[in-house]
């Protein structure tokens, strides 16, 4: 599973996730990418889960 760390998320819990591939946004230089085109940009990159800390994310995007 190809996971994304968005800013804020622990970096160490990426070794609790053995198995997977885990990558941090600002790896792919999206740690100033507002919500909306960081989800975009890692459906696009072909994530499969994006963990955040943001607890604001569902009141600021329509996640339906």
Known sequence: ML?????GTPAPLRHA????????????GWERTSNGELIAAAETAGFDVLLTTDKNLRYQQNLT
């Open 17 to 28: 996730l053995t198995g997977h591939v885990v990558v941090e946004a600002f790896e792919r």
């Open 3 to 7: 996971i994304l760390f968005d800013n």
